[in-house]
């Protein structure tokens, strides 16, 4: 005679299996997450060499980020945050340029440009940008996919609800990270992570 299982092991099962998945779905999440912040901080860097490159041949910052593109960074595909949603697809602005000059996008934000930056005193007005407030250490490019999840045109500092983590690579090269709830105006070097 040949035994069948019966509803209640059925449903034990299932319910086992639920729980498991719970359990498992958010760690894969976060490793998921990981993965798009360690691509995300190599683009960073080759961007942050690029930067370098073209700065000591013309003896200046680049006027945009994707002026780099393709003399010194051949893949515009690095410009692109693996954590964007909209794939640098936007309208670009005095930081963020989009598509507007690159038709591939680009996802971050390149701070000498950036009014807000200007404002306060992180870079000098183009066409000569300077050292950077902080020479080396003075963010020179940032990627806000990480915690935004919309791209508001209009936002020009950090809103006072924002929660999370923005990368920035700074002109010396390195990458790091900041707290985007605080103020523009309190960053100095001493809040990277």
């Known amino acids: 005679m040949r035994r069948a ?3 209640l092991e059925i449903l034990v099962v299932a319910g086992v299996l639920a729980l498991l998945a719970a359990m498992l779905f958010p760690a894969f999440s976060r490793a998921r997450n990981m993965a798009r912040r360690a691509s995300c901080v190599s683009n960073l860097r080759q961007i942050g060499l690029a930067s370098q ?17 393709p003399a010194y960074l051949s893949d515009a595909r690095l410009f692109i945050c693996p954590s964007d949603s909209l794939r640098g697809q936007i309208a670009g602005n005095d930081r963020l340029e989009g598509n507007s000059h690159l038709s591939s996008g680009v996802s971050y ?3 000498p440009n950036w009014s ?3 404002q306060h005193n992180w870079y000098s007005p183009a066409p000569r940008y300077g050292e950077g407030r ?9 990627c806000m996919w990480h915690w935004a999840k919309t791209y508001d045109p209009n936002q020009h500092g950090n809103g006072t609800a924002s929660r999370g983590w923005e990368l920035y690579l700074t002109r010396g090269g390195s990458v790091r990270k900041v707290r985007v709830e605080n103020p523009m105006e309190d960053f100095s070097p001493d809040k990277y992570q």
């Open 5 to 7: 299982f019966t509803l």
């Open 116 to 118: 807000e930056a200007q």
């Open 53 to 69: 490159m073209y700065e000591r041949d013309a003896d200046e910052l680049a006027p945009r980020l994707s002026i780099i593109y």
């Open 134 to 142: 902080w020479n080396d250490l003075t963010p020179l490019v940032g």
């Open 109 to 111: 934000e390149y701070m």
